[in-house]
């Protein structure tokens, strides 16, 4: 091994803290990254105001921090949350009647804590800027 003692010292404590066999520590929280553009786009606004709501009430109950954006045109963002709340949030998205099929990119997170620290619906003119 040509690393340099403190560097090998260093990458062994970082690995045995990952690997320590805290089961309740790995993997403790996901992340889900998702979009979906409407086809057709909503007539209005007036429906946003609804699934924001929905979506805050779905937040607070399941710990979900992150930040989602909605639109006439869709809807994107990425959040956080306790693994044991991830097949619940998945199965909002996937039955949906707006959100269903929409893309979802799921990672896992090693740590206590989330990555976020606040939960975000806001109402814009575009999720894609």
Same mark, same amino acid.
């Given at each position: 091994?040509?690393?340099?003692?403190?560097?090998?010292?260093?990458? =062994? +404590?970082?690995?045995?803290?990952?690997?320590?066999?805290?089961?309740?520590? *790995? %993997?403790?929280?996901?992340?889900?990254?998702?979009?979906?553009?409407?086809?057709?786009?909503?007539?209005?606004?007036?429906?946003?105001?609804?699934?924001?709501?929905?979506?805050?009430?779905l937040f607070a109950t399941h710990e979900v921090?992150?930040?989602?954006?909605?639109? =006439? +045109?869709?809807?994107?963002?990425?959040?956080?949350?306790?693994?044991?709340? *991830? %097949?619940?949030?998945?199965?909002?998205?996937?039955?949906?009647?707006?959100?269903?099929?929409?893309?979802?990119?799921?990672?896992?997170?090693?740590?206590?804590?989330?990555?976020?620290?606040?939960s975000f619906v806001k109402i814009k003119k575009e999720i894609v800027?």
């Open positions: 091994n040509n690393r340099p003692p403190l560097y090998r010292s260093m990458s =062994t +404590e970082a690995e045995q803290q990952m690997n320590d066999g805290d089961d309740e520590r *790995s %993997n403790h929280y996901k992340v889900l990254a998702l979009y979906k553009f409407l086809l057709p786009e909503l007539p209005s606004r007036e429906p946003l105001e609804q699934l924001k709501a929905d979506l805050v009430q921090k992150g930040t989602i954006l909605l639109a =006439t +045109e869709g809807i994107n963002g990425t959040i956080c949350m306790p693994k044991q709340h *991830s %097949n619940a949030i998945g199965d909002y998205f996937r039955n949906h009647e707006l959100w269903r099929g929409c893309r979802m990119r799921w990672s896992d997170v090693i740590g206590k804590k989330p990555i976020f620290h606040r800027s």
